[in-house]
C-alpha cells in the first residue's frame, strides 16, 4: 500500500480544511494541504473557512471546493459595540453551525485537519456530532482557545513550539514546528549596497503602524546607523512613506517574495506572530522583537521569549521603545562582532524539525492503519 511515500488508499478520504482568519492560522494549513495533495492518490478535499479571513481571497487559487461562513472572532475587550457583536456571533454561530452540517451531509468526510482561528471551531463541533477524526495544529508558544477546547480528542495536536504542551497535558501532542508554504515568486529590485549590512523592518501584509512610527522617528532624528534598510510599511501605508526612498532606504508596501528578503537581511526588526518567528527560525536570523501589546492572551510576546531565551532574539515591550532606542540598540549588535555572531550561532543551533514531514506522516499512518 505505501509505495515510494505516497499511500494509495483502497477506500476514498474526503478531507476537510479549516482555520484562517489570519495568514497564521491559514498559511499553515495550506501547506500542510498541498504535501497531502501530492502524497494521496484517492481522495476529495474541501475547505471551511470565514468570508470576513484572509481566506476569502486566497482560496480560490487552491482548486478547492470551498464553504465560506459569515462568521467573526470574538473581540475580547468589554464596550458596548463589543457586546452587540456578541449577541450577533450567536446568530452567526446558529446559522453558520447549520450551514456546515449540511456541508458535511452532503461531502462525507471521513477527516478533518484544522490549524485554529475562530473559522475552524464550527467544523470541528460538527466533527464531533459526526464522529470524525480529526487533526490539529496549533501555530504559537501559547495554545489558542480552539485548540484548548477540542484538542483532547484529537488524533494529534501538532506543536508548533514545543513548549505549547505544557498547556495541554490531556492531549496526545508532537512538536512539529510550523509547516511553511511554499510557492513561486516574482524577482525583487533592490538599492543594496553589499559593503554594508542589511536590516528588514516587517509589519506583515497590513504593516504596523507602530513599527513605521520607530522607523520615522529613526529618519526625522537622523539616528538610523550607514546600513541597507528595507522597510514594509503595508500596502495601504504605502502612499504616506514612499518619499523616504533612496539609496539606502528601500520602502516596499508588501512582498510576497519574504524568503529572498530573508535571504539577503542580517537582522530583523518584526512583529512575533508565530508564523513571523518560524520563518526567521527557518532562515536562521536573529531578530528584534516587538510584540503587539494587544495579542490575544500576549501570546506574541511567549512566541519571541522562545527564541530570546536561547539568545537568538532580543525582546523590546513597546512601552520600553521609542525610535532612538531602537537604532542604539540596531546600532550596538551590528558593531559589535561578538553579540552579533553569537546571535547567528545560538539561531542555528535550534531545533528545526521537518514539519510537513512529521504532519503528513503521521495522518498518513492514520489512514493506513484504519
Known amino acids: 500500500?505505501?509505495?515510494?511515500?505516497?499511500?494509495?488508499?483502497?477506500?476514498?478520504?474526503?478531507?476537510?480544511?479549516?482555520?484562517?482568519?489570519?495568514?497564521?492560522?491559514?498559511?499553515?494549513?495550506?501547506?500542510?494541504?498541498?504535501?497531502?495533495?501530492?502524497?494521496?492518490?484517492?481522495?476529495?478535499?474541501?475547505?471551511?473557512?470565514?468570508?470576513?479571513?484572509?481566506?476569502?481571497?486566497?482560496?480560490?487559487?487552491?482548486?478547492?471546493?470551498?464553504?465560506?461562513?459569515?462568521?467573526?472572532?470574538?473581540?475580547?475587550?468589554?464596550?458596548?459595540?463589543?457586546?452587540?457583536?456578541?449577541?450577533?456571533?450567536?446568530?452567526?454561530?446558529?446559522?453558520?453551525?447549520?450551514?456546515?452540517?449540511?456541508?458535511?451531509?452532503?461531502?462525507?468526510?471521513?477527516?478533518?485537519?484544522?490549524?485554529?482561528?475562530?473559522?475552524?471551531?464550527?467544523?470541528?463541533?460538527?466533527?464531533?456530532?459526526?464522529?470524525?477524526?480529526?487533526?490539529?495544529?496549533?501555530?504559537?508558544?501559547?495554545?489558542?482557545?480552539?485548540?484548548r477546547l477540542f484538542g483532547k480528542k484529537a488524533k494529534i495536536v501538532f506543536l508548533g513550539f514545543d513548549s505549547a504542551k505544557t498547556y495541554l497535558k490531556k492531549s496526545n501532542t508532537i512538536f512539529s514546528g510550523n509547516p511553511l508554504h511554499s510557492k513561486s515568486y516574482k524577482d525583487i529590485s533592490l538599492n543594496i549596497d553589499h559593503n554594508k549590512r542589511v536590516l528588514l523592518v516587517v509589519g506583515g501584509s497590513q504593516g504596523s503602524e507602530f513599527l513605521n512610527s520607530l522607523v520615522l522617528e529613526g529618519i526625522k532624528k537622523n539616528v538610523i546607523p550607514d546600513i541597507n534598510l528595507i522597510w514594509l510599511v503595508g500596502k495601504n501605508n504605502f502612499s504616506r512613506y514612499e518619499e523616504y526612498n533612496n539609496s539606502s532606504i528601500n520602502v516596499l508596501s508588501f512582498v510576497e517574495n519574504m524568503p529572498y528578503l530573508y535571504g539577503i537581511a542580517d537582522l530583523v526588526v518584526s512583529r512575533s506572530g508565530a508564523m513571523t518567528v518560524s520563518e526567521l527560525l527557518q532562515f536562521e536570523k536573529p531578530a528584534i522583537f516587538i510584540p503587539f501589546r494587544f495579542a490575544a492572551e500576549n501570546h506574541q510576546y511567549y512566541n519571541a521569549k522562545v527564541l530570546e531565551e536561547n539568545f537568538a532574539s532580543i525582546i523590546i515591550q513597546e512601552k520600553d521603545i521609542t525610535g532612538e532606542v531602537l537604532f542604539k540598540k540596531i546600532n550596538e549588535i551590528f558593531t559589535n562582532e561578538k553579540i552579533y555572531s553569537s546571535m547567528r550561532k545560538n539561531i542555528k543551533a535550534m531545533n528545526k524539525p521537518n514539519s510537513l514531514k512529521i504532519i503528513t506522516d503521521n495522518i498518513l499512518e492514520h489512514l493506513h492503519v484504519n
Open 1 to 147: 500500500m505505501l509505495k515510494n511515500g505516497d499511500l494509495a488508499l483502497v477506500r476514498k478520504v474526503n478531507i476537510v480544511f479549516c482555520g484562517g482568519g489570519t495568514g497564521g492560522h491559514y498559511y499553515p494549513l495550506m501547506a500542510i494541504k498541498q504535501e497531502l495533495d501530492k502524497r494521496l492518490k484517492n481522495k476529495s478535499m474541501y475547505y471551511i473557512g470565514s468570508k470576513y479571513g484572509i481566506e476569502s481571497q486566497k482560496i480560490i487559487s487552491e482548486n478547492l471546493e470551498s464553504l465560506l461562513i459569515p462568521i467573526r472572532g470574538l473581540n475580547r475587550s468589554f464596550s458596548i459595540k463589543n457586546l452587540l457583536n456578541s449577541f450577533l456571533l450567536l446568530f452567526e454561530l446558529f446559522f453558520g453551525f447549520i450551514r456546515v452540517f449540511l456541508f458535511f451531509l452532503k461531502n462525507k468526510p471521513n477527516l478533518v485537519i484544522a490549524t485554529g482561528g475562530y473559522s475552524s471551531f464550527l467544523p470541528l463541533q460538527v466533527a464531533r456530532i459526526f464522529n470524525i477524526s480529526y487533526f490539529l495544529h496549533d501555530q504559537n508558544s501559547l495554545p489558542g482557545i480552539v485548540t
